[in-house]
């Protein structure tokens, strides 16, 4: 098993260009997260889905789409890039309950 | 929504000394309580949780404790090392599923 695994690991994006980072888990879990990681501000949820054909903000969700495209797919997309949005980006999975999230290997971004 | 704070931010120790952060949350409804820990350059990975039935848990040197009346559980970590060496997240899960963590401490043992 792969776990999960996040497209790509480094991205650097012009302020306007619109991207998708991809995300697929094959745990068969029913929970993902977007989270993005900025130094000394920990792991802010972007948006997540509790479930297959659900979505819902998170704390920090301007600027940014999600898409849960199936059960083991959930996409992030960047519209118009700011440089605000330099950023690691961390995608994980859980399944329902009281149990871990595992995490992928992380997407560096930067906007210039 | 759910906020949970860390501290401290920072710690440093001496090698074979205790460690101990603190987390408090603000949803009464989050049930799960999950510890990841972060080497330098690495994905978040579990390193203990805890489930709001549960007032304590131990693994080795790490243990949890969670107070549901004050809101707020701790980490602790004995005899550390220096591999013990990373940033630790405290985390909490509310009944809708989500996931909130603290910002963080980083944490230096030195040999």
């Known amino acids: 098993n792969a776990g999960v695994t996040q497209t790509p690991k480094f991205q650097v994006l012009k302020t306007g260009q619109s991207m998708t980072l991809q995300c697929a888990q094959d745990?068969?879990?029913?929970?993902m997260y977007w989270y993005r990681q900025d130094p000394g501000m920990g792991l802010r949820l972007i948006y997540y889905?509790?479930?297959?054909?659900?979505?819902d903000k998170g704390e920090v969700p301007n600027g940014y789409n999600v898409s849960r495209l199936n059960k083991r797919e959930f996409s992030l997309r960047l519209e118009s890039a700011a440089p605000s949005q330099t950023s690691v980006y961390f995608c994980?999975?859980?399944?329902?309950?009281?149990?871990?999230?595992?995490f992928g290997q992380g997407t560096r971004l930067t906007v210039v | 929504g759910e906020n949970v704070e860390q501290h401290p931010s920072t710690l440093s120790v001496q090698e074979g000394d205790s460690a101990v952060i603190k987390c408090t949350y603000s949803?009464?409804?989050?049930?799960?309580f999950p510890w990841y820990k972060q080497e330098l350059g690495k994905r978040p990975q579990l390193i203990i949780d805890?489930?709001?039935?549960?007032g304590e848990k131990k693994d080795q040197r790490i243990a949890v404790t969670l107070n549901k009346t004050a809101k707020h559980f701790s980490l602790h970590i004995t005899e550390t090392q220096p591999e013990d060496s990373a940033v630790y997240f405290c985390?909490?899960?509310?009944?809708?599923?989500?996931?909130?963590f603290g910002k963080g401490t980083l944490l230096t043992v030195n040999p």
């Open positions: 994980a999975s859980s399944d329902s309950g009281d149990t871990e999230a595992f």
């Open positions: 745990m068969n879990h029913n929970s």
């Open positions: 889905s509790a479930s297959e054909g659900t979505t």
């Open positions: 949803d009464s409804a989050s049930n799960y």
């Open positions: 805890i489930r709001s039935n549960v």
């Open positions: 985390a909490a899960r509310g009944s809708n599923y989500k996931l909130t």
